[in-house]
């Protein structure tokens, strides 16, 4: 079975500055999906970026990014440019690319940001 | 347009009672799922249906019955309320794996307080 871990449960940056959360996966699938969600405090899960393990480039959509490393298992999430609104809990999930459509998640890192 | 839709957000019961919760998607997807957010924000699946039929049951307890009289639609009801059902569940969509887009969309959660 496929298990996410994320270390830090909580991280803190200073407005408008750059801040990399950790995950790294437990997998023995060659291909599947990776994510980075984020929950705010209105609780609603919201799709930050994805990556296909298929695909060598990072992935990046504005100013987040990740550092996608297949052979260390590893998927960490660069916030560039750190805002008020990026305050919430940040969730990395797995999923198979076939097989069980279900998205395993880590244990979630919850990021604060100071003014 | 929501694109998943649960109802209700906030749902207060004792103990004993038997309660539902509906959720409907308008993506066109073919996948629907249950998840369950525990007081310590842990997402874990609880169910999985394809096309209306259940394809994932991750241990969970008899008294949640999942229906999908559709596929544009997924409800779960729970029988027999105890207090450690307290939690926020949320409803998913999804496209079949293989697609570009795979990510699941999530609706915005019933948080369930059993007192």
């Known amino acids: 079975a496929q298990t996410v871990t994320q270390s830090q449960p909580e991280m803190s940056v200073q407005e408008a500055e750059t801040v990399t959360l950790s995950c790294t996966y437990d997998?023995?699938?060659?291909?599947?999906?990776l994510f980075w969600y984020k929950q705010p405090p209105s609780r609603q899960m919201i799709l930050v970026i994805r990556q296909e393990a298929y695909k060598q480039q990072n992935a990046t959509e504005n100013r987040f990014s990740v550092n996608f490393q297949k052979a260390a298992k590893s998927f960490s999430l660069k916030i560039s440019d750190s805002q008020l609104g990026d305050a919430a809990m940040y969730f990395c999930a797995y999923r198979s690319w076939r097989g069980a459509q279900k998205l395993v998640f880590g244990q979630g890192t919850r990021l604060t940001i100071n003014p | 347009d929501t694109a998943v839709s649960q109802t209700p957000k906030y749902l207060v019961t004792q103990m004993g009672n038997d309660k539902s919760i509906k959720c409907e998607q308008n993506?066109?997807?073919?996948?629907m799922y249950w998840y369950k957010q525990d007081s310590k924000k842990f997402l874990k699946i609880m169910f999985s249906?394809?096309?209306?039929?259940?394809?994932i049951n991750e241990t969970v307890p008899n008294r949640f019955s999942p229906k999908s009289p559709d596929k544009a639609h997924l409800n779960l009801h729970i029988n027999s309320l105890e207090l450690g059902d307290s939690a926020v569940y949320f409803c998913?969509?999804?496209?079949?794996?293989?697609?570009?887009?795979?990510?699941?969309?999530f609706g915005q959660g019933t948080r369930l307080t059993v007192v």
């Open positions: 998913a969509s999804s496209p079949p794996s293989g697609h570009t887009n795979t990510e699941a969309f």
């Open positions: 997998t023995s699938e060659s291909d599947y999906y």
């Open positions: 249906y394809n096309n209306k039929e259940l394809i």
């Open positions: 993506l066109g997807h073919d996948t």
